[in-house]
């Protein structure tokens, strides 16, 4: 496999490959042809991650692109899969095929080095984009990644690859949780009430933004040194959780069509008292339940606790979603159109290094985030 990028220079250091000119760039991409990457051997804490080479992952589709990486993002899902969280449900997806050792990382900002032959005009060998893998694909913390030309689009002509790559999981968490879960798709977002608890973090930072963009209320929850971020992305109204007295001052606030819970805060801890038409969480039992007791034991215990969440008294119209990151193309195709137009713009908590990939996983592990954790190359 012969890959021409013209006037581009790579920072990769992929074993196995000659470059040709120093100008124009040629690789060869060998069948032996190696990259670096974080990976997991097998699952516990992050000192089980492991650094070295790996065989330059394979094109299987031939609407896939091969990006070598300039920057990626950390996100508590990382930490989650690092330790086995979905273990069991995500081997549906990889069709039952060995899951480790594991590449994690799941948005990506780089240069496509490579095209599958169905990729299209839209998508050139050299073209900076950015974007993200579906969870139970090989990520993105790695010197190359394999991605779906439906899951990337050009890099953001005024952002950095660092703050490209910062806006992706996150803020394609947030439409999924607001747009398919919570129903704005069908409902439209114009005007709608939201509250979101959370809002300081990485998903709630963008929910945010995409919410005011489309003319809702946003009605944020943080910590007291979080409010002046929180305010200065647009939120209508701040409450402090620390605040002895929130909980009954969100209730004289009125009606939210949803509540965004980016902080598992957790239904049973929502007060009866509450008005609002969706409760949507970020951290439903499904997963949990199902490395616990299986498949089938797993579903049906979820299923179960989904069931009595949502069985209401009549007249009674509270519904409880459980939210994920859905891999939409459309989705991420509007959420870029924002990020261009500078309306959802990029919140660096910390920035790393690529050999510093477990410290920024340890910072994440902390918590407190106000927006994103990156790591550049
Ligand atoms: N299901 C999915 O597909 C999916 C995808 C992405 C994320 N998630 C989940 O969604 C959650 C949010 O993700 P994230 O990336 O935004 O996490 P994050 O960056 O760690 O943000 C969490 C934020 O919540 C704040 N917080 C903590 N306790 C709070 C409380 N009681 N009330 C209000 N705010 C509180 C934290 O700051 P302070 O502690 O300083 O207040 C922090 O700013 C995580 O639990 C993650 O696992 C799920």
Redesign the pocket.
Known sequence: MFVNIANKTLNLTIRGCRKLSTNKVKIKLQENSKANAWQVHSYGGIDELQYGPIRIPQIRCSDEVLINVEATSV???DL?MLGGYGKTLFQIPRNFEMELPLTLGRDFCGTIIYKGPQVGSAFGIGDKVYGFVPIHKQGSFSEVVVANKAHICKQPKDLSPAESTSLV??TM?AW?ALYIFGNLLCKGAKGARVLI????????TAAVQLLKSQDCVVHG???D??IPLVQSLGADHIFD?KDPNYLKKVETEGYYHIILD????GYDNVPKSWKFGTYVT???PLLINTDKFGLVGGLLSSANTFLKDNLKPPGEKKCVMW???LPSSSGFQFIHKLISNGKIRPLIHKEFKFDELPCALQE?QK????G?IVVTH
């Open positions: 996100n508590p899902i989650f999981y996150a968490t999924s608890l959370g809002a300081s973090g990485g998903v709630g929850v943080c910590s040194n979080a959780y980016c902080a598992k805060f970020l951290n439903s939210g994920f990151f994440l918590g407190h985030m106000r994103k």
